[in-house]
């Protein structure tokens, strides 16, 4: 199957991009393995005809929005995101009506119609920077209610936070932090900035999902109780061989994420399925605040 993976995918032209959290034999298949930022920029820059995209529906709906000409293959397409689905369209068009001074970040875990009233997105990598330039500014911050109180504190923000969470970092305790720390009590404990905060408040790193696997690789710590999806522990493994890390509670597994396989994958490539589009009425206004997104990050 692997090797028809290949054939297909030289055939066709395409190009295989997996988030961290996908499962490990999903990883070692992709040409590019990243967070959401890695991959929006990668999908925006490849060359491919093809996008198959190993993650979630927001993430090949960005994917579509940033390469319109493109075929973006979605191999599960029911793999969503809870956290997206806690904000709608309509929901955040009542809002604004209400609040015209509130600048709009949006967090990339959104859908196309949330990120089209947006001024502009956000990743875990670049929140922070970006929540940071809009500092002078009232700010409405969706969905993740955990990212956007942890910038507000940071940054002395005036921020409202939309009260969305992710059903897996959000469930993280302080004591589930504690008991790891007394089974490993020479590990650092690195998190991701969904978590609530008095979780935040135990970490040795807060951030995303490639921050967390450079810091596994570049600091000196043995050993690291890991605050994320369990998928990330794939990469980590094999960027730092010499490292130690265990996840901090099992409970840490999306299951959208790991709804991809290399069976689904296969299909995808086979049988163009299943093509993402979004409504050119929608996407304009999408695509125009992830654009400010890249910008911003690039500065």
């Known amino acids: ?17 997996a988030h961290y959290y996908q499962l490990p034999e999903v990883q070692d298949i992709a040409d590019f393995i990243g967070d959401s930022y890695a ?32 075929t973006v293959l979605l191999p599960e397409i029911d793999a969503g995101c809870p956290m997206a689905d806690r904000i709608t369209a309509a929901q955040l068009a009542a809002y604004k009506a209400k609040n ?18 947006s001024d502009v997105c956000v990743t875990s990598s670049n929140a922070e920077k970006i929540l940071a330039h809009y500092k002078d ?36 305790t302080v004591e589930l932090v504690d008991a790891m720390r007394e089974k490993h009590p020479e590990a650092a404990f690195i998190v991701h900035p969904e978590a609530p905060l008095d979780v935040l408040d135990k970490a040795d790193y807060i951030g995303g999902t490639k921050g967390l696997i450079e810091f596994v690789k570049q600091s000196p710590y043995k050993r690291y109780i890991v605050g994320t999806e369990e998928g990330i522990l794939h990469q980590m493994r094999k960027e730092a061989p010499d490292k130690d890390v265990v996840v901090l509670t099992p409970e840490l597994r999306c299951y959208d994420m790991k709804k991809t396989t290399l069976e689904s994958v296969h299909r ?16 304009a206004g999408a695509r125009r605040a ?10």
């Not at 990668?42 to 709906?61: K, L, P, R």
């Not at 992830?290 to 500065?299: F, G, H, K, T």
Request: with cysteine; proline share 3%; hydrophobic share 40%.
């Open 137 to 172: 500014h009232k700010i409405l911050y969706v969905p993740d209610k955990n990212l956007g109180n942890y910038a507000k504190r940071k940054y002395n923000l005036d921020l409202e936070a939309w009260p969305g969470f992710c059903c897996i970092h959000n469930d993280l």
């Open 268 to 283: 995808a490539l086979k049988t163009d399925t299943y093509a993402i589009e979004v409504d050119s009425s929608v996407a």
């Open 100 to 117: 015209p001074d509130r600048t709009v970040v949006c967090y990339v875990n959104s859908t196309a119609g949330v990120k089209a009233l």
């Open 39 to 70: 991959l929006s920029k990668q999908a925006a820059n490849t060359s491919a005809d093809t996008i198959v995209f190993c993650g979630v529906h927001f993430m090949a709906e960005t994917a579509k929005l940033l390469s319109p000409d493109k």
């Open 1 to 17: 199957m692997i090797n028809d993976i290949k054939r297909l995918k030289e055939e066709k032209n395409a190009v295989i991009l």
């Open 290 to 299: 992830i654009d400010r997104m890249m910008a911003l990050s690039e500065q």
